[in-house]
């Protein structure tokens, strides 16, 4: 759609950027499917690629950055401009750091060896919060580019779940680990939730990212330090 | 208007308290509060020239020892609104200042109060910077001489330059013409000036738009350095100055009556500079300090 009014070319230059940081997280989320695919079927190849393909995320988050540094620059962005901008920076960052979750995860693949899983219930806890992470991440993108804090807060409530699941990851481990290498294996799978548990709250912030470039006010929807309160409602 | 309390400062003059200690009046609904006490509080302020509306039913209420901003696009009234504030528009035969401005407590307009004595204690710097065709030391003395102020002539000029930062760079060619020193020179001459009668409130309209960056810089440092013991309102085109130096910041539009003839100004949005740059309340602000429209 074509921008009316002044500055048209920063104007445009905005909204390419945003765009091409959005973009990023479909990356994660193509990122997110195979490392998915590959914890399933143990598939060490398809790990290799996860890990290999994180150079492109990367490139994404340094070209991003770039840019936004050079509209900083260039630009002096005001107002809702510079809350866009400040919540791109938190987004790419955000979108790095699940892209590196990914690779921890992918590296996970090969230790967690060639033998079938030691628990089926453990992996499908796994593969179930592999699957809403990366619902969480389009829900995320879905909701920064509508400019929908619903949408973004409603991220809370799919986090509890995959929260939910790495506490019963955390109980199987327990109960299974009945030998050293089923422990060893737990742990393993332990890291592997633990590293998508995280991915599930980058998502979280980045809806918190989108309720601050839509009122200006930042607020955590859920303080780790205080579990249960919801924030929306007090600043911190 | 007798005061038992009255200082020496207060007797004098406007008979204002120049010791700020103007109590917090009833504040109209609506009107954002101020971090401080007001030293000008403008209440229903319209300007008219030749009858034709300028500037239209502006509330404000400034406050001490900080610096506000006036930004808005051109025809909106900032010039005209900040010239209300030390009367300079008196000189315009054609203006008429209808509602109150209030100065430490007491109407700005009332038929008592004198109006050198006003620019006195209010004092303003131009565009362009505006030396006497006189030496560095003359411009600097030449207000308190015509004000007869006492005291040690030399003292007060190297005061007045020090605090605007110019001392360093002229001391030793205080004889030298002004018209002899560069454009942000002269415009921190203009500022020493202005001080040199004491004041407690500097007007600045468009104090830099003349000046390079780096000149622009110093009169931004000194801006900060003055409020110390100044409170300060300057009117801008640069959005980023207003943003770094100015602690409130009122943005005023340019309105249009149907048959689009008549233009006048009025404020829209009044509140903490980082609010207006980082998420102002009204859209046409937003629009405004985003460029988005002129």
Known sequence: MPIEGTRVAYQEELENLEHRALEGLDLVVASIERTNEAVQHQDIELAELVIASDDVIDGRYLEVHQAILTLLATQAPVASDLRLISALLHVMKCMERMGDQCVNIAKLVPIAGHEPPADERMLKDILTMGNAVREQVRQAKRAFSERNVELARDLVRQDDVVDNLNRECFRLAIEIGTSEDRREWAMTMMLIARAIERIGDNAVDIGEQVAFLVTGLFREFEDASHPGEDLAQNPI | ?294
């Open chain 2, 1 to 294: 208007m007798t005061d038992p309390d009255r200082t020496q400062t207060e007797s004098e003059g406007l008979g204002v308290n120049l010791a700020g200690t103007v109590a917090e009046a009833h504040r109209p609904a609506g009107r954002p509060p101020t971090a401080r006490e007001p030293i000008f509080r403008l209440e229903d302020v319209s300007v008219r020239y030749s009858g034709k509306l300028a500037v239209d039913d502006v509330s404000l209420d400034f406050a001490h020892h900080q610096i506000t901003a006036l930004i808005g696009p051109s025809g909106c009234g900032k010039s005209t609104l900040i010239r209300c504030l030390n009367r300079m528009n008196d000189l315009i035969p054609t203006a008429s200042v209808e509602g109150s401005i209030i100065y430490h407590g007491q109407d700005l307009y009332a038929d008592t109060v004198d109006p050198v004595e006003v620019r006195k204690r209010i004092g303003m710097v131009f565009q362009k910077p505006n030396p006497f065709p006189k030496s560095v030391y003359d411009n600097i003395a030449f207000g308190p001489r015509v004000l007869g102020m006492k005291g040690d002539m030399d003292e007060m000029v190297e005061n007045a330059l020090r605090g605007a930062a110019l001392w360093d760079e002229v001391k030793d060619r205080l004889s030298d013409n002004a018209f002899g020193m560069s454009g942000g020179q002269q415009q921190r001459l203009c500022i020493a000036r202005c001080m040199a009668v004491e004041p407690d409130v500097i007007l600045m309209d468009e104090p830099c738009s003349a000046l390079d960056p780096i000149s622009t810089g110093k009169i931004e440092d000194l801006m900060m350095e003055l409020k110390e013991n100044y409170s300060i309102v300057i009117v801008t085109h640069n959005m980023q100055q207003a943003a770094r130096v100015s602690d409130m910041t009122a943005f005023l539009i340019v309105e249009l009556d149907s048959a689009e003839r008549n233009r006048w100004g009025r404020v829209i949005e009044y509140d903490q500079t980082e609010k207006i740059f980082t998420n102002p309340s009204d859209k046409r602000t937003e629009d405004y300090v985003t460029g988005k429209v002129g």
